[in-house]
């Protein structure tokens, strides 16, 4: 279209429809937008909210969400929307929220802020009624001038306190796993389940019987009780993501039971679950505190810590004590905190250089929850796709032995300079080696005697071998 101007100029107009890029911007990315609401939002909380148009502000943590992308007649411009549950320490919300372009990169466990004008009944949602969720709200920001988010990836302890939790109470409802897959799942109302994550495994793609395409990830769960598997999928996959191996705790509120064709019972998790990540109460620090022992434990291999104890005084200091294993034991048991160091006199039962190698698990490392083996220095992650460095596995030395005891295969310690100190070389070159020098190396070693220099922490939780003198 060409203009003409009083002045007889001309110039040519772009035709469009009167919007900036910056409003374009705003509505098809609303948690980029600048956000100065010109009225003013009462802030509440969500046990607080009560069905009326009013404009106020909220914020809770995703405990539930699901992700569609379809036409919607009430909003013809989104591409889709989230069903997602959102709970505070006192009550629940159920919310629908329309994106125009791309979903929210929502995940399980993240706060969010929600600005509305308009709050309904519990019965107006589409989400299955839930017993703890009594209000909906209906949310498309970008297009509604008066709907707003902002998500909290990190936000410390707020709205970590499980439903229905009073302080020096019991909470209502909390059973082992062990006791709900040998039958609390049947019959019962409100059940609840406090695990830890054990593994998280690589995403799959399977073809469902309507011959659509899925994505799948299966975790595996645990307490003092028993474990299980537990499948999480599409949108949610994301948020196993951020999950860490023996330590994220999960509370999961009224799970689902599925039978697999084994016999055998998983978990799975349905409309009205609610999971609470990382949840602020006695029974989750009580199982944090367990499951960090028991990792501890039985971790395959631990990365040797370095500051902690002075090798060369240990070593080579005027001040050097000579330790039977039984000696060793008491000392631990008897105060665990105190830090020391000494020499252990011990003989090599079993070695299982050989061994470990043909099963290709002379090198190996943990990730994801999972054991790493191989037989060179490093490999790549099959979960995550990281690249990881691995370290001897302990367990090619066998159980030792002297006078008074023995240490089980795998349950010391060893730095780097103490493998050299064994082996006469260095680790990296052991992967190098071929079968003839690996067999010769095993026989050198079998029914050694050595001594062994040693130090204790409680943090390690481990004997760590510091060094090694014929």
Known sequence: MCVVLSNGQTFETIPGDGFTNEELSDALHPLNRQWNPEREYEELEIGDLVPCPKAVTFIGRIVNFSTIWNYNQKEPKAAGWHYLILKNNTA????????????????????????????????????????????????????????????????????????????????????????????????????????????????????????TERELVEIFIFDHTGEVRWTL?????????????????????????????????????????????????????????????????????????????????????????????????????????????GYINVTILEVSLMLYHRRSMLMCTECCGDPVYANTATTICKNCSKSLTLYLNPKVIGNLLDETGCIAAGKLLWSERAWEQLLGRTVGSLTEMGIEDIRWLEQRLSFLRMHLVFGWEESVGRLAVLGMRM
């Open 92 to 211: 629940a919300i159920s919310i629908k929220l329309y994106f125009a372009v791309k979903a929210y990169p929502l995940r399980l466990g993240h706060a969010l802020s929600v600005w509305t004008a308009f709050i309904s009944n519990a019965t107006k949602s589409e989400i299955t009624i839930i017993p703890s969720v009594l209000v909906h709200a209906s949310l498309f920001p970008g297009r509604v001038a008066s709907d707003h988010i902002m998500i909290h990836a990190n936000s410390g302890r707020i709205c970590r306190v499980p439903l229905d939790y009073h302080r020096g109470q019991s909470l209502q409802g909390l059973m082992t796993l062990n006791s709900y897959i040998s039958g609390g799942y049947d019959g019962t109302i409100d059940a609840k389940i406090l695990v830890c994550v054990k593994s998280i495994g690589a995403k799959k793609r399977i073809t469902t019987k309507n011959r």
């Open 233 to 341: 999928w599409e949108g949610l996959i994301e948020s196993a993501k951020e999950w860490l191996p023996g330590k994220t705790i999960l509370l999961i509120s009224n799970p689902g039971y599925q039978m697999l064709p084994s016999g055998k019972g998983c978990l799975r998790l349905q409309c009205s679950t609610l999971v609470d990540v990382d949840p602020d109460f006695p029974d989750a620090n009580w199982l944090k505190k367990y499951a960090e022992d028991l990792t501890k434990r039985e971790s395959l291999c631990l990365e040797f810590p370095e500051g902690i104890w002075d090798v060369e005084a240990a070593e080579y200091g005027l001040y050097r004590t000579l330790y039977t294993l039984a000696e060793v034991d008491e000392w631990v048991r008897s105060d665990p905190r105190q830090l020391f160091t």
